[in-house]
């Protein structure tokens, strides 16, 4: 199970985040990510090495670029940038790679962090890589060209039901279903309108495939997330961690982020979306 968290960890790192920066269009995020090698190679490196001194400092070096990242999320709220749905899921987004790097650095020093065991830790960097940044990331998204009810809820309940399965790890099993359910239901809408995306006529054929094939995975890994949190929440039979990394965490990696993104590169080269939020000021759009 390790190698292959290792590989699902080293995607997010070196080609997940850097390709969703490039989505967000925002000029202030540029220069982060012409860095951001920088900071993932090293990351990478540190997850192949034995836990110690090197690893920990590789790790560091990666967690430096995550908080580098993270604080954009302030200073463009206290702008009263990104204060809608979908600016909400991007500064979520923002954030979460820094909960990954944290764990990260803990793993790697071999300190049970919180009181969480290092196998814990090892798999929450995973978690927040994906259902944190490429999750929040593509909520917003799927928000912004699909602004009713439904963009909106999504956008909403994906980094709510990230921050509630974050609090379910200090609180308790049952805290943690209640997160996992609320980040199932805001995944599956993020499923269906990225579905219906796909049926769109006017996308072309790769595209379509690239939609319909992210939409159709998250209806599997969620539900094997939503079985492992009812199976730990109650003690009823559940599969288990090593099972999960190789669908679940797999599946959410290659189908579900990795296909999401690619698809949205393709349709922003098209220049059929639209990324940034209007800026208001006065009442007037700017």
Do not use: K
Request: aromatic letters at 6%; glycine letters at 10%.
């Amino acid at each position: 199970m390790s190698a292959l968290v290792n590989t699902i960890v080293m995607l997010g790192m070196l080609v997940v985040v850097p390709a969703g920066l490039r989505l967000t269009e925002r000029q202030e995020l540029d220069r982060i990510r012409r860095l951001w090698p920088l900071f993932a190679v090293p990351g990478a490196v540190a997850l192949w090495l034995p836990r110690g001194a090197t690893a920990t400092v590789l790790a560091c070096c990666y967690a430096l670029g995550t908080v580098l990242l993270a604080l954009h999320a302030p200073r463009r709220a206290v702008r009263g940038r990104d204060l809608d749905p979908a600016g909400i899921a991007l500064l979520t987004a923002l954030v979460t790679p820094a909960v990954a790097a944290t764990a990260l650095v803990a793993e790697r020093a071999g300190h049970e962090l919180l009181g969480f065991d290092l196998g814990i830790l090892a798999l929450t960097v995973p978690h927040f890589h994906f259902a944190g940044f490429a999750a929040a990331l593509i909520a917003g998204l799927v928000c912004r060209v699909s602004d009713g009810p439904a963009g909106r809820f999504a956008a909403l309940s994906v980094p709510l039901g990230t921050l509630l399965v974050l609090a379910g790890y200090f609180i308790g099993d049952w805290a943690e279903l209640v997160g996992a359910v609320v980040l199932t239901a805001g995944m599956w809408t993020v499923g269906l309108l990225t579905w219906r995306m796909g049926r769109t006529g006017s996308r072309d054929r790769t595209t379509r495939i690239l939609l319909l094939t992210s939409a159709a995975i998250l209806v599997a890994t969620m539900l094997l997330a939503l079985s492992w949190a009812l199976g730990e929440a109650t003690g009823l039979p559940h599969p288990t961690l090593t099972w999960m990394a190789a669908t679940h965490g797999l599946g959410n990696a290659l189908g579900f982020a990795l296909c999401s993104l690619l698809a949205w590169r393709r349709i922003r080269a098209q220049g059929t979306i639209r990324t940034e939020a209007p800026h208001r000021t006065g009442g007037r759009t700017a």
